[in-house]
């Protein structure tokens, strides 16, 4: 991820693979990770798929699946005004004002406000910190996109679960150590694991992270994918790492 001169005091001006792709983010506020690229090369859009993120934050997502997975279309939903609005000008400096939507809402909401089934795929980066669990941080932006605040897993599960169309995918990327929650959850919601993938920092470390790709209505039987290693031993990015960012 590169930074480059030429945003507002307030604000970074980023840019991903090698500058083609641009990003403003808050300096202070919440800013995306590597968890927002490893979740977006994982989910495998198809052509064709009508897809949604929730809590799309400053629409890293959608910017990333519709540039180099080549999604047709992506809304992002923010409940946050400032993100969804720096959303926005993000959609608008890569130009993809046609491809994608950004909805300023608690994607809770989806369940009354939006049909059901109409989804073919729904990803989520989503808060995953339980309120009282650690330090909740004094920034708003960064405490409601950490903490499991205004959602909670339950409610991210529920709005998926809604909008997927029978058969449609969810994905998303968690902490590991709560691998369990997530599986226990996701059943409950009839969303099966199909694919899971854990991300590990270096070879030897405990995996940080899991990525699950979960099928409505889908029959039991789980492919576990090679572990997802981001760093060598010295240090340098893995050739898997790599093309996240390339």
């Known amino acids: 991820m590169k930074k480059s001169l030429g945003s507002e005091p307030e604000e970074t001006f980023d840019t991903l693979f090698e500058g083609r792709l641009k990003i403003r983010q808050k300096k202070e506020g919440y800013r995306f990770s590597i968890d927002a690229l490893l979740l977006s090369h994982f989910a495998e859009p198809r052509p064709k798929d009508r897809v949604i993120d929730l809590g799309t934050g400053c629409g890293v997502i959608p910017l990333i699946?519709?540039?180099?997975?080549?999604?047709?279309?992506?809304?992002?939903v923010e409940v946050q005004p400032s993100l969804a609005d720096l959303a926005r000008q993000n959609v608008s400096l890569n130009r993809f004002s046609s491809k994608i939507e950004i909805w300023e809402k608690n994607f809770k909401e989806l369940v009354k406000q939006s049909d059901r089934g109409t989804f073919d795929l729904v990803l989520s980066n989503p808060p995953s910190r339980k309120v009282g669990s650690?330090?909740?941080?004094?920034?708003?932006?960064?405490?409601?996109?950490?903490?499991?605040?205004?959602?909670?897993?339950?409610?991210?599960?529920?709005?998926?679960?809604?909008?997927?169309?029978n058969k449609g995918r969810l994905c998303l990327i968690y902490p590991a150590t709560r691998t369990a929650d997530v599986f226990q959850r996701l059943r409950h919601f009839h969303l099966e694991p199909k694919r899971v993938q854990f991300v590990h920092s270096h070879p030897q470390d405990e995996a940080s992270l899991l990525m699950v790709d979960a099928l409505k209505e889908g029959k039991t039987q789980i492919k576990v994918l090679p572990?997802?290693?981001?760093?060598k031993p010295g240090g340098q990015y893995t050739p898997q790492a790599e093309d996240l960012i390339r």
Request: net charge positive.
């Open 65 to 76: 699946l519709i540039f180099k997975r080549k999604a047709e279309t992506v809304i992002g």
């Open 134 to 165: 650690g330090r909740i941080n004094p920034l708003e932006e960064k405490a409601l996109a950490r903490h499991e605040i205004l959602a909670t897993l339950e409610d991210l599960l529920r709005t998926g679960h809604h909008l997927l169309k």
């Open 227 to 231: 572990p997802f290693v981001l760093y």
